[in-house]
C-alpha cells in the first residue's frame, strides 16, 4: 500500500498523482496533500484487507452525492462535506483509497468545544444562543441534505462535526465511515457512541434500515446541548438509588427528565433552561426523546424550525435587556441570566460554607485543644470535674476500693456480731439489771443492726455495680 510522501497514486482517468505532505493519520487511513491538485487530498487506507469493501463502497457514494455544494465565502472556498471524488489506484491498478476536496482544517472547531461555556470562551468561540440556534439550525440542515440521499453518520457527536470558526456553516469529515446507500445494497457505517446511541440500540446495536432513526436521535441530543449550555438531554438528578449512574444506562431506561411531563425518577438539572424554551422546541424534543421511535422528528423537522428562530429577520430570538452578550427567546425570560444567576448563588454559598468549614475546623482544633490543656492543668491539683458521661465512669470505685469495701465490711460484721453475743449473754446473766444496763444493751443492739444493714445493702451493691 502506497503510504509515503513522493510516491504516486493514479485517479481513475489513470493520471499520476504525487503524494506530497500527509496532512494526518487516522484509524483507517493516512491523509496526503497531492502536488498536483492543490484543492484536493488522498486518503489512503492503512490496510489491504478491508479495501474490497471500500471500493464497492466508494463507487456507490460517487453514484449518489448529497447537494452539499463548496460554498465561496468572502473570496474563501468553505467545503461543507469531504465527499469522495474519485478512486485512486497504485500503479499495479489496485485500489488504494480516494481522493476529495481538501478542507482548511485549522478555520473549523468540533461542536464539542463549543459546548462547554468556559472552554468556548477561552478559545474566544460563539457562547450566545442565537449562534448556537445558528450551528443546531446548519447542522441539521446538512444532515437533512444526506438522509435526501439515504446517506447516514450514525456515530453522530459533537466529536464528529466541526463548523467553521468565521461563518458557523457545518463541515462534515471522515464520510467514508457513515451508512452509504447503494444501488441495491447498503454499507453500513463501523462505529457507535453510547452517549448518543437511541435506548432501541443501546443492546444491540444498529442494523441496515435503521440508521436514520439513529441519526434522528443524536441529532436531537446535540441539538439540546447545544441550546442547553452543553447539558445532555439524560444528565439530571437522581431520585433513589435505582436509577442508573451513566448516560446510556438512562437513555436505555428512557429517562429523559426534561419533558413537559416530567418524570419522578431523574429530576432536571438546576441549570437547565428548557423552560425558557418556546412550546414548538419543548415539542419536538418531547417527541425526540419519547418512548416511540417512529414519533423522533427528522433532521429536516428541526431544520425547518431552528432555522425560523436562527434567522434574525424572524424576531425569535431577541437581544438580552440586562445582558448583552445574551440571547433569549421572544417573550420567554433570559435562560443565560438565569443561569449565571444560580451559578453566583452557588457560588456564594460554597464560599460561605467553606467559610463555615474554616470556622468549624477552629472550633474543632479549639475543642481539641481544651482537653489538653485542662489536663495539663489539673494534673497537680486535683482531677477536674468533667462534664457528661466521663463524669459518671470516673465516680465508680475501682477494683482495689471495692475488694477494700467487702472485707472491711465483712469485718465490721463479724467483730460486731462478736462483740454483741457476749454483751446480751451478760446482760441476760444479771440478777437485777438497772435501767443503764438496759441502755446499754439497746446502744449495742442498734449498733449490730446498722452494721448488717451496712453489709446486706452496700456490699452487694458495690460488687454488683458497673465495672470500673
Ligand atoms: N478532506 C480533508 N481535508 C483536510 N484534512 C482532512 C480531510 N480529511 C481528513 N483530513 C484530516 O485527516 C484526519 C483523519 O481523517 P479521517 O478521519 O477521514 O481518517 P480515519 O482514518 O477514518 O480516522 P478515524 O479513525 O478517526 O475515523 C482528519 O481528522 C483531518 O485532520
Ligand atoms: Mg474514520
Not at 496526503?32 to 486518503?43: C, H, I, N, Q, S
Not at 470505685?397 to 457476749?422: H, I, Q
Amino acid at each position: 500500500m502506497p503510504g509515503r510522501s513522493g510516491e504516486i497514486i493514479f485517479d481513475q482517468r489513470r493520471q499520476p498523482l504525487t503524494l506530497l505532505r500527509l496532512l494526518k493519520s487516522g484509524g483507517a487511513g493516512s491523509v496526503f496533500t497531492l502536488k498536483e491538485r492543490p484543492r484536493e487530498v488522498a486518503k489512503l487506507y492503512h490496510s489491504a484487507k478491508d479495501v474490497l469493501f471500500y471500493e464497492r463502497k466508494l463507487r456507490a457514494m460517487l453514484e449518489l452525492q448529497p447537494d452539499l455544494p463548496t460554498l465561496r465565502e468572502g473570496g474563501r472556498e468553505r467545503v461543507q462535506i469531504a465527499w469522495p471524488t474519485g478512486l485512486l489506484r497504485d500503479c499495479g491498478g489496485r485500489f488504494v483509497g480516494f481522493s476529495m476536496p481538501i478542507l482548511d482544517v485549522s478555520a473549523t472547531t468540533d461542536l464539542e468545544h463549543v459546548l462547554q461555556e468556559r472552554q468556548a470562551r477561552v478559545e474566544k468561540l460563539p457562547t450566545g444562543l442565537g449562534a448556537k440556534m445558528t450551528l443546531a439550525a446548519n447542522l441539521a440542515a446538512t444532515l437533512a441534505a444526506l438522509h435526501r440521499c439515504q446517506h447516514y453518520v450514525v456515530d453522530l457527536k459533537p466529536l464528529n462535526v466541526r463548523f467553521y470558526r468565521d461563518s458557523l456553516f457545518i463541515a462534515m469529515l471522515d464520510c467514508d465511515g457513515f451508512s452509504i446507500q447503494g444501488k441495491d445494497e447498503r454499507f453500513p457505517a463501523g462505529q457507535v457512541t453510547t452517549d448518543y446511541l437511541a435506548a432501541e440500540f443501546q443492546q444491540r446495536g444498529v442494523t441496515p434500515g435503521e440508521e436514520e432513526a439513529q441519526d434522528r436521535f443524536a441529532l436531537a441530543v446535540i441539538v439540546f446541548q447545544l441550546l442547553n449550555s452543553g447539558l445532555h438531554p439524560y444528565a439530571g438528578r437522581p431520585q433513589g438509588g435505582d436509577v442508573p449512574n451513566d448516560l446510556p444506562g438512562r437513555i436505555a431506561a428512557r429517562l429523559y427528565p426534561y419533558g413537559r411531563r416530567g418524570i419522578s425518577r431523574l429530576l432536571p438539572a438546576p441549570v437547565s433552561g428548557h423552560e425558557m424554551f418556546p412550546p414548538a422546541l419543548r415539542d419536538l424534543f418531547d417527541r425526540a426523546f419519547s418512548a416511540q421511535p417512529q414519533r423522533r422528528p427528522s433532521a429536516q423537522e428541526w431544520s425547518s424550525l431552528l432555522m425560523g428562530y436562527a434567522q434574525r429577520s424572524g424576531g425569535q430570538l431577541v437581544a438580552c435587556s440586562q445582558d448583552a452578550s445574551h440571547q433569549h427567546f421572544a417573550g420567554l425570560p433570559c435562560a443565560a441570566c438565569a443561569r449565571a444567576g444560580l451559578v453566583a448563588r452557588s457560588a456564594r454559598v460554597a464560599q460561605q460554607t467553606n467559610g463555615g468549614k474554616g470556622r468549624g475546623r477552629k472550633r474543632k482544633r479549639t475543642r481539641t485543644a481544651q482537653p489538653l490543656r485542662q489536663a495539663a492543668a489539673a494534673r497537680p491539683v486535683a482531677r477536674p470535674a468533667a462534664p457528661g458521661a466521663a463524669a459518671t465512669t470516673s465516680q465508680l470505685p475501682g477494683l482495689g476500693s471495692r475488694v477494700t469495701m467487702a472485707a472491711v465490711g465483712t469485718l465490721v460484721l463479724g467483730w460486731v456480731a462478736g462483740w454483741g453475743m457476749p454483751a446480751w449473754r451478760a446482760y441476760d446473766a444479771l440478777p437485777s439489771p438497772g435501767w443503764w444496763d438496759g441502755f446499754e444493751l439497746a446502744v449495742q443492739s442498734g449498733m449490730l443492726l446498722l452494721g448488717v444493714l451496712f453489709y446486706i445493702l452496700c456490699v452487694p451493691g458495690l460488687i454488683m455495680s458497673r465495672r470500673p
